[in-house]
């Protein structure tokens, strides 16, 4: 399936981002399409998360443009590109340990919702018509992953989690901010093989029945060919490769940049 | 695209029966069984158990003195309260917090009194002086909403000091002088006359106040506090405008802190710089910190139990009684088996017998002397302790320096205690420590009640805190598992 045959959802042109010396990216292009599932794959210190940090808006980049829907996101704080509809994961699990499952999925609806202080102290109709409202969100979006994270589960703090279950309730408070693009940070990283498999059909599932486009950085390379569309190599912030799967692992350049020049020169 | 596999049948992964039974262990013990009753109760009879104890206190109390002491516990309650949202919630460091109240009381000076010639009535006043203080708390907060940690606490200290030094060397607040001829509340062309009518007038301010705290908390404005405070990276990166709550918190609990003043300031009838400085700001943290920051109720226990502490302490007797109970208490707690903290007591007055003995035979000037404390246990320890006959000068003041060798004999000691590694010699080591913390006592620090006060007040907290690091009504909050 190529770029072509859907609208652009997300575009990146040119994008550069040095830190001091270091180019983490370096004139990078990429386009998602709607309804789109694009792996980013690349050896460690490729510039991979630098790219989602910069697409959210965590770092302004110092060339380039990034397009969603056709406008351009950057010089935006990062909660309202956000609110536009991309929403993340982290590779190092960021949740709000202290709260409870539920309130972590319920709390990323903000954006979505409107009470300020004071029609919060009046409880006003339409406040508790919106609390009641991203109380099921939340419920509905923590049924997704079966019954792992439902029942006793919404009042347990996150922090009693298992490993597994926290990068589930880190997808799910990603898909209550409502995105139309997800970035999922290596999903799957420190998943025994069953979770693994599992992440894998979730992601495909996401695509189904939430109906995102997922732009999603793995190591795990049955994740990645289980899963994309479309996949995309970086080395050094600069895109080697970009293709279905058996293109980009067997790009010569690939296996250059994972296992040295040797290596691809025996191939 | 390869086919995928079906997973083989196993145990399923992810549902932990032990996390799932959790919550039936533990309502069945009492304390959990308290705690669950609480979790379940509708907010308005949590609300009703909080103020009860609050709305019946004049019913038991007949003398002004107490009475004043629960206006002004009430007040520091409100205080607490206010703290509580920036630090508790939102999680700032906030070290400018006191001068929001002096603003508050400031500003009451300012409509109200003789000297500025003006008298709103409190209906007015109270409620303007709540939106302009909070006002300030946002103006404050905008140039440092982007701090973090340490610099925000400076940066917010700074402010502090920039009100304090203004107040002092300003004219319109009549410099360290202050502003004395404040008018009494006047509600609706009433004035308040009776120190009763004071308390109940704060008794209603914290019944609002609580309830707004409380319903803001159990909001989306609360929860994304909660968030920001757990990680603000994330917060933002989930739609929520970190700065902006920021700016809501700190003009939330600066608004607190302004009614507080602007009942705190006709309570007083006057004003001074010195009211506002950094012993009010450490006594306020102390009471958020005791009560556990991030509770209502741990903050209103907090403020109850710290100001009612230090009023207490003011009374040599109970001091006493204070100092040496406490000893005895935690030495029961913390010795394992029982006839530990036995043997060590019972060696302790075997041990100052003995010294106190040794002592009148080869310098009888050391002992003898009389205490300033005047409680029964004072009476006892006098002559059991070394106490020089001229420990108390004419105009009633310890003179002694045997006092103040024994204070700094105490902390050497204390600290080479902590080095001991071997328990027995620990426990040894503990019999003369204990000895000369009695001396220091009763030598030097029952005499100056309002400094042991302090002391001890550290001590508490210092006790506290090695037990329960959330304080008393807190939640212990995890970092990293």
Known sequence: MSTNDRAPLLEVQNLSLAFGGLRCLDGLDLTVGEGEIVSVIGPNGAGKTTLFNVITGVYPPEEGEILFEGSSIL????????????????QTLRLFLNMTVKENVMAAAYGHTKA???????????????????????????????????????????????????????????????????????????????????????????????????????????????????????????????????????????????????????? | MSEPQQPPKQPRIGVDSWVASADERRSRSPAGR?????????????????????????????????????????????????????VGWVGLLDLGYVAFFGIGAYLYATVASEYAGRHWDAQFAIPLIAVAVAVTGFLVGLPSRRLVGDYLAIVTLFFLQLWLVVLVNASFTRGPNGISDIDPLEFFGRRLTSLDAYYYVALIAFVLIVSFLYLVNHSRTGRAWRALREDELAAELMTMPVNRLKLIGFAVGAGVAGIAGAIFAPVQGAVFPASFDLVLLITVYAMVVLGGAGSLIGVTVGAVVINGSLEALRDADNASWLFYGVIALVLLA??????????????????????????????????????????????????????PQNIVTADGLPSGALGRLAYMGLVAAVLGLTLVRSRVW????????????????????????????????????????????????????????
């Open chain 1, 75 to 90: 010089g935006l704080d990062p909660h309202r590109i956000a609110r536009r509809g991309i929403a993340r994961t982290f």
């Open chain 1, 116 to 267: 300020g202080v004071l029609r919060s102290v009046l409880r006003t109709p339409g406040m508790r018509r919106e609390e009641r409202e991203i109380e099921r969100l939340a419920e509905e979006r923590l049924a997704f992953f079966g019954d792992r994270l439902v029942g006793y589960r919404w009042r347990q703090p996150a922090y009693s989690l298992s490993y597994a279950n926290r990068r589930r309730l880190e997808i799910a408070r990603a898909t209550a901010a409502q995105p139309r693009l997800l970035l999922l940070d290596e999903p799957a990283a420190g998943m025994n093989p069953v979770e693994t498999h599992e992440m894998t059909e979730l992601i495909a599932r996401l695509r189904e029945e939430g109906g995102y486009t997922i732009l999603v950085i793995e190591h795990d390379m049955h994740v990645v060919e289980g899963i994309s569309d479309r996949v995309v190599a970086l080395d050094h912030g600069v895109k080697i490769a970009e293709g279905t799967f058996e293109q980009v692992a067997t790009d010569p350049r690939v296996v250059e940049a994972y296992l040295g020049t040797s290596a691809a020169e025996q191939k």
């Open chain 2, 34 to 86: 308290v705690q669950d009753a609480y979790d379940r109760a509708p907010p308005a009879l949590k609300l009703l158990a909080l103020a009860l104890p609050f709305a019946v206190f004049p019913l038991f109390v007949d003398s002004d003195y107490l009475m004043q002491v629960g206006v002004d516990t009430l007040v520091f309650v409100l205080l607490a309260l206010g703290l509580n949202v920036a």
């Open chain 2, 334 to 387: 913390l010795l394992r088996p029982w006839w530990q903290p036995v043997a060590v007591l019972g060696a302790t007055v075997v041990f100052g017998l003995v010294v106190h003995e040794v002592a009148e035979q080869v310098r009888p000037s050391l002992v003898g002397g009389q205490s300033f404390g005047e409680a029964r246990i004072d009476e006892i320890v006098d002559s059991w302790v070394l106490l």
């Open chain 2, 426 to 481: 620990r426990l040894v080591g503990l019999v003369p420590v204990l000895y000369l913390a009695a001396c220091v006592w009763a030598n030097l620090l029952v005499a100056q009640a309002a400094v042991a006060r302090f002391i001890l007040i550290g001590a508490l907290l210092v006790g506290l805190m090695a037990f329960r690091p959330q304080g008393l009504f807190g939640k212990q909050r995890v970092e990293i598992v």
